[in-house]
């Protein structure tokens, strides 16, 4: 029963950080994502599913996995609304 209430709690740490970086990334149609968004939201689901399935990673280090690679790719996104060449 322990390790049904782990997995649950993970899955749902998961899910409402994939909801804030969905938030903040922003809405946009599948028909106008860049190749960039598309890979950067596979990885991100990816990582979701790892941390809440794979209990040899602990709920520190996959957070800090999603949270990291949101913010870069926030970042990369910006820099490439600032500068054209980027």
Known sequence: MN??????????????????IA???????????????YVTGITIGSIAATLSI???VSEAEGLAGLVSWGALS???????LKNLTF
């Open 23 to 37: 938030r903040i990334e922003g809405n946009t149609q599948l028909s106008q994502l860049t190749y960039f968004n």
């Open 3 to 20: 390790d049904i209430l782990v997995a649950v709690l993970r899955s749902g740490m998961a899910f409402l950080v994939l909801l804030v």
């Open 74 to 80: 926030f970042l990369v996104g910006w820099l490439s």
């Open 54 to 56: 794979d209990s040899s």
